[in-house]
């Protein structure tokens, strides 16, 4: 099946540093990759839709200054926490679809995660 | 906000026996999907059902689909400790891409 790589898988940081996470599609174009945050026993949480090629498209209260998501080709995409500070730590999990005629357009393919620490 | 409801929240069973989770929407679909997760991991793609399909089988598992009463349901055969995690059910919000993810259930099989 598709495989979507994250890295790194955990992090630590200090408050207020910038933290750059990126997820990879390793055997599959994708044109849309989707970000996600997940607090501990909670589900996962829409953060932003990244496109290749055009802005990304984050979820109402989620702050795009905050989170910077570039996704510079059909198989990487990059999501910063800037000025990190400890209310951010959490689990962000990255999916990524496949194009049209593709590994299942339909179904979003999951990363390992990154568990992000911010002292 | 989410759109998926799951219930149980947490389910204990003895292996052999079988598991069924239930989720609930809010609005139209194109289709749901089931995800497992295991403690600290990513999400594994269990099986999309369509909402012109009423049932479907993956080895051991048995998806249902009802969208007149917008609900699905997962049920695991013959369960093992290693299907001890954590489902998902997951609908296509207002027919986009972006999924929407319910609350989750935390299945624990004893050995």
């Known amino acids: 099946g598709a495989v979507v790589s994250q890295h790194p898988s955990r992090v630590i940081c200090k408050s207020g540093t910038s933290v750059k996470i990126e997820c990879r599609s390793l055997?599959?174009?994708?044109?849309?990759m989707f970000w996600y945050r997940q607090f501990p026993k909670q589900s996962l949480m829409l953060m932003a839709t990244?496109?290749?090629?055009?802005?990304?498209?984050?979820e109402q209260g989620v702050e795009k200054d905050k989170f910077l998501i570039n996704h510079a080709s059909l198989t990487l995409s990059t999501l910063t926490v800037t000025s990190a500070h400890p209310e951010d730590s959490s689990f962000y999990i990255c999916s990524a679809v496949g194009l049209a005629g593709g590994w299942g357009t339909d179904t979003q393919y999951f990363g390992p995660g990154t568990r992000l620490t911010v002292l | 906000s989410q759109q998926g409801e799951e219930d149980p929240q947490a389910l204990s069973i003895q292996e052999g026996e079988n598991a069924t989770m239930n989720c609930s929407y809010k609005?139209?679909?194109?289709?749901l999907q089931w995800y497992r997760q295991n403690s600290g991991r990513g999400l594994v793609h269990l099986i999309l059902i369509r909402s012109n399909e009423r049932e479907k089988h993956s080895g051991r598992l048995r998806v249902t689909l009802d969208t007149s009463k917008k609900s699905s349901s997962l049920l695991i055969t013959a369960s093992r400790a290693a299907d001890t995690a954590s489902y998902f059910c997951?609908?296509?919000?207002?027919?986009?891409?972006?999924?929407?993810f319910g609350q989750g259930t935390r299945l624990t099989i004893n050995p």
């Open positions: 997951a609908t296509d919000a207002q027919g986009a891409q972006k999924l929407v």
């Open positions: 990244s496109n290749e090629g055009s802005k990304a498209t984050y």
């Open positions: 609005t139209s679909i194109n289709n």
């Open positions: 055997d599959f174009q994708a044109t849309t």
